[in-house]
């Protein structure tokens, strides 16, 4: 399986885990480098899947181009074992969950008045919690796959949103 960075990676293992799935989780470095992971990897199949971000659709589509498989949309994409997140898996994660868990988590992490701070700053101080939520997890050095690592760990395991959910049944059907 094939995600774009470690903060994905991170969800997904957690997820597996938790539903008692194994599968070889790759963070790629970014989007643009998975037509070099599907090289890698012999090319796009049944046995390959991949999790990107919907800003990243096209990137992936290419890469699947460059391999001889034609998907544009995001219906398309699935067939081909590419699922996207509306916006991002941390936006999903902080959706699945609420913010009123995400903002418990990271007190957990120590990480309470950094946020609060952060969602007094004038560019965010009108901003809804979730979208303050979403940027404070990228803007601290290794913040994001801590903060997904434990949201992930809040998620029921059987109940997971898309396309996680999708994602995680693909990798359960392909293991059977």
Known sequence: MLVEGESDAVVVRVVLAARGTEAEVRAMGGVTNLARHLEDLGGPGPDVLVLVDAGEVRFAAGALRRHGVRAETTEELTWHGVFAC????????????GPTVVVDVLAGMAELAGFRTFAQMPQWRDQPVADQLHRFAGAGSGR???????LAERLDPWDLPPPLDALVQAVEGAAR
């Open 86 to 97: 509306e916006r991002d898996l941390e936006d999903v994660l902080i959706g699945a969950v």
């Open 144 to 150: 994001k796959a801590r903060l997904a690592a434990r």
